[in-house]
Each structure stands twice: as C-alpha cells, then as structure tokens.
Nanobody, 124 residues
Framework: QVALLESGGGLVQTGESLRLSCVVSGGTFSKYAMAWFRQSPGKEREFVAAISHSDMRTLYGDSVEGRFTVSRDNAKNTVYLQMNSLEPEDTAVYLC?????????????????WGRGTQVTVSS
C-alpha cells in the first residue's frame, strides 16, 4: 500500500520562502512521477509542479513558474517543493501525488496516489 506524507508547511510573510517535503512509502519511489497540487476553500484543485521518475523532467503551473522548484531524491523516497517569493495567493493546502506513469498530466484525475496535504499560509 502506497502512502504519501507531506511536511514543511507553515505561516510565512509575503516574500519569504518555504520548502515542502513528501515522503513515499510502500512502493518503488523511483518508478513514480511525482506532483504537487494545491487547494483552497471553494476552489478547484490546482496543479503546481511535477517531476518525472526517470529523466527528471519538470513541469510547472503558470502561477508558480520561476518562483517554485520541484526536485526529488530517489535515495530518500522524497520529493521537494522549494517555494520562493511567496504571495498571499499561494495560501492553500499543498498535496503531494504520485503516478506510476511515464507521462505527466496536470489534471488531478491522472494521479494515482495522494497525501493528505500540508497547510501553507502567506500573510500580507
């Protein structure tokens, strides 16, 4: 059974940074493409970033391109999301997702496994 556990969320001020982590257990991490989504109350789940399992290709949502960086450490079964220049609009629950697939899509239904999320709050 695959389990994903996010950590690293918190309360920061505008312009500050946070690094989120997501540890995967119960599966072969090196076979999974990994992604980050976020969700705010009353809004649809929004794609943030993804990284492939093999050649480390990355994909970013338009609203975070240039500010956020996704990376992974296969030896630690962990994917990271470095978030810089945070804005109040980035406030959301950030969720980690995994898929044993070679293609990365930005739609939530593509992803097979999900964590429960970690709260990020950016104050103005």
């Amino acid at each position: 059974q695959v389990a994903l556990l996010e950590s690293g969320g918190g309360l920061v001020q505008t312009g500050e940074s946070l690094r989120l982590s997501c540890v995967v257990s119960g599966g072969t991490f090196s076979k999974y493409a990994m992604a980050w989504f976020r969700q705010s109350p009353g809004k649809e789940r929004e794609f943030v970033a993804a990284i492939s399992h093999s050649d480390m290709r990355t994909l970013y949502g338009d609203s975070v391109e240039g500010r956020f960086t996704v990376s992974r450490d296969n030896a630690k079964n962990t994917v990271y999301l470095q978030m810089n220049s945070l804005e109040p609009e980035d406030t959301a629950v950030y969720l980690c997702a995994a898929a044993e697939k070679n293609i990365m899509l930005i739609v939530p239904t593509w992803w097979q496994y999900w964590g429960r999320g970690t709260q990020v709050t950016v104050s103005s």
